[in-house]
C-alpha cells in the first residue's frame, strides 16, 4: 500500500516535479477514481518491459474537473524502449495483450458480481473487503496503461517521420502524406462508442413491433447503461432514455440503412485501404510492426476505457454505500485516494473538512512507493513548482499533426469539460485540451476537432476518422490561443488551425 506524506511539498516532490516537460489531459475527474490509475503506471512488474512504466503522474482536481500531467522524460524512455522492442519481436503487441488477459477477465467477473449484489445486506466487513477487492483488481487490470499511453504518445512523430522517410520520394503533396498517414494509422476495429451506436441504429431501423422495440431497447439497456459516464460521475443510462434515443433516430431525415452500412464497414474499409499503403509502398518490416503495435493499443486502449467506465459504476456503488452508512456526502468521497477507503470505514480520516478542502481544489503525486496531497496554498505553491506563466495571444495560428484529413471552417468552441458540450452548435469547431468519450454528443455536431495533446490512438483521431472530419491533434497550445466565437480554418492537410476573425 502506498504510504501518504503529510508534509508540505517534501524534497522528493519537488525533485520530481521541477524542470519538467509534461504531457497536459484536462476531463471531469475526481482522485476516487485517478489515484489507481496512478499507482498501476508507476507499478513495476514483470509483465513490463522495465522502463516502460512512469516515474510520476500528478493531478490536479476542483469541483468535479482534472487537470492530469503526465512527465515527459517517462513517455519519451517508454516509447524509445517500446520502439526497440518492436524492431528484435514482430508479435510484440500480440504478447503483452495476452499477457494482461487473465487480469482483465477477473475485473470483468467482479463487476458482473457486483451487480448482482444488495449492497445494503453486506455487513461493514463485507462492504469493505468488496472495496478492496474493487481498488485492487482495477489497479492489476490497468497496470498496462502506462505502456500503452508512452507507446501512443511518444511514437506518432516517430512513426510519421519513419512513414515520410519510406514513401517521401513517391509523393508529390504534402496532402498526399497527411492521408497515407492518416490511413496507416487508422483503427480497424470498432470502438465501443462506435458499437452502442450501431446496435440502436439497428434497433431503430428493425424492431418489428412495440414489444420487440421494448424487448432489444432493455437488453441494450443493460449492456450500455454506463457509456456516459466519467472520470468524475456514474449515470446509469435508462431504458426511458434509450427510448427517446430510438425515436429520436427514425424521426431524422438521416437513411438509417445508408448509415448503418456505413458505420459497420469502417473498421474493414480502413483495414483494406491500410493493406493497400503497406502492399504499394513496400514498408520495411519494423514500421510494419510499429503500425500493428498502434493498430492493437488502439484497441486495448478503448477496451481500457470501457473497463474504467465500468470500473467507475461499481465504485460509485461501493463507496456510495460507505458513504451513506459513515454519514458522508458522497460527492465529498470522491476526494478520497483508495488507500483511505479503511480509514474512513472505521473513524472520519481523511475529515469531512479534509475533503471540503480537497474539493475547493487539491493537487496529487504518486510515485513509486509514496504520494503527497496538496490542498490550499501548498496546491498553489505546486503549481508553480511546475509551470511558468505563457502569454499566447499573439499568435494567430497552431501546428499539429493531422490525425483525419480535410478542412472546415466554423466557430471555435473550447471545451474543458462534458459541461461544456451542451454549448456545441452544428458546424462548430472543438477545440479542446484532448477529447473524451463522454463528449460524444458535441464530436457528432462538430465541423472539425483540435486538440492540444493526443497520440495517433487517441480518442479524438478515432473519432474524427469515424466521423470523417478533419482532425488535427498534438498542437500543445490551441486552448489557450482561441476563444469562444473566434473563427477558425482547420487544414487538417498541412496541419494547421488559423484564426480568421476574432
Known amino acids: 500500500m502506498i504510504k501518504a506524506l503529510s508534509m508540505p511539498i517534501p524534497l522528493i516532490v519537488k525533485k520530481k516535479v521541477e524542470k519538467t516537460d509534461w504531457y497536459h489531459q484536462r476531463f471531469d475527474g475526481a482522485p476516487l477514481y485517478m489515484f489507481p490509475v496512478c499507482e498501476a503506471e508507476v507499478m513495476r512488474e514483470a509483465r513490463k518491459p522495465r522502463g516502460t512504466e512512469a516515474d510520476v503522474r500528478v493531478g490536479f482536481f476542483a469541483d468535479g474537473k482534472a487537470d492530469w500531467y503526465l512527465d515527459m522524460r517517462d513517455v519519451r524512455r517508454g516509447a524509445t524502449i517500446l520502439v526497440r522492442l518492436a524492431r528484435r519481436h514482430p508479435n510484440l503487441s500480440r504478447k503483452l495483450l495476452a499477457a494482461w488477459r487473465g487480469d482483465e477477465r477477473s475485473f470483468e467477473r467482479f463487476v458482473a458480481r457486483c451487480q448482482r449484489l444488495n449492497l445494503r445486506r453486506c455487513s461493514d466487513v463485507e462492504l469493505l473487503s468488496l472495496a478492496l477487492q474493487w481498488y485492487k483488481l482495477f489497479v492489476q487490470r490497468v497496470t498496462s496503461s502506462a505502456i500503452i499511453d508512452h507507446f501512443a504518445l511518444g511514437t506518432d512523430q516517430f512513426i510519421a517521420d519513419m512513414l515520410r522517410q519510406e514513401v517521401g520520394r513517391r509523393i508529390k503533396k504534402e496532402s498526399d502524406f497527411t492521408e497515407i498517414f492518416s490511413l496507416a494509422t487508422a483503427p480497424v476495429r470498432q470502438s465501443f462508442i462506435s458499437k452502442a451506436e450501431l446496435a440502436l441504429i439497428r434497433i431503430a431501423r428493425t424492431a418489428r413491433s412495440s414489444k420487440d422495440l421494448a424487448r432489444r431497447i432493455a437488453l441494450h439497456q443493460q449492456r450500455y447503461f454506463w457509456i456516459h459516464n466519467n472520470y468524475f460521475a456514474a449515470r446509469e443510462l435508462s431504458v426511458r432514455y434509450f427510448t427517446a434515443e430510438v425515436h429520436s433516430l427514425r424521426r431524422s ?55 474504467t467506465f465500468l470500473n467507475i459504476h461499481i465504485g460509485t456503488k461501493l463507496l456510495g454505500e460507505v458513504a451513506r452508512r459513515r454519514g458522508y456526502p458522497f460527492e465529498l468521497m470522491k476526494y478520497l485516494v483508495p488507500p483511505e477507503m479503511a480509514t474512513v470505514f472505521v473513524k ?145 492537410n498541412h496541419g494547421v488551425v488559423t484564426r480568421l476573425k476574432r
Open 348 to 492: 472520519d480520516v481523511p475529515s469531512l473538512t479534509d475533503l471540503h478542502r480537497r474539493q475547493r481544489g487539491c493537487g496529487i503525486v504518486v510515485w513509486r512507493g509514496g504520494h503527497y496531497i496538496a490542498t490550499g496554498k501548498d496546491a498553489g505553491v505546486l503549481r508553480r513548482l511546475m509551470f511558468t506563466t505563457k502569454k499566447r495571444d499573439h499568435v494567430r495560428d497552431v501546428r499539429g499533426l493531422s490525425a483525419s484529413v480535410g478542412r472546415a471552417v466554423g466557430r471555435a468552441r473550447v471545451i474543458q469539460s462534458a459541461r461544456d458540450v451542451g454549448k456545441v452548435k452544428t458546424g462548430d469547431i472543438i477545440i479542446a485540451v484532448m477529447t473524451r468519450p463522454d463528449y460524444i454528443v458535441g464530436l457528432k455536431k462538430a465541423a472539425a476537432i483540435v486538440t492540444n495533446e493526443g497520440g495517433i490512438t487517441c480518442h479524438a483521431a478515432i473519432v474524427a476518422r469515424e466521423l470523417g472530419i478533419p482532425c488535427i491533434i498534438g498542437t500543445k497550445i490551441a486552448t489557450e490561443v482561441f476563444k469562444d466565437g473566434d473563427l477558425v480554418e482547420v487544414n487538417a
Open 253 to 307: 431525415s438521416v437513411d438509417l440503412k445508408t448509415k448503418e452500412k456505413k458505420l459497420a464497414l469502417t473498421p474493414s474499409n480502413n483495414a483494406r485501404r491500410k493493406a493497400t499503403i503497406l502492399r504499394t509502398y513496400r514498408l520495411s518490416r519494423h514500421l510494419r510492426t510499429l503500425l500493428k503495435t498502434s493498430e492493437d493499443f488502439t484497441w486495448w486502449q478503448d477496451e481500457r476505457k470501457r473497463a
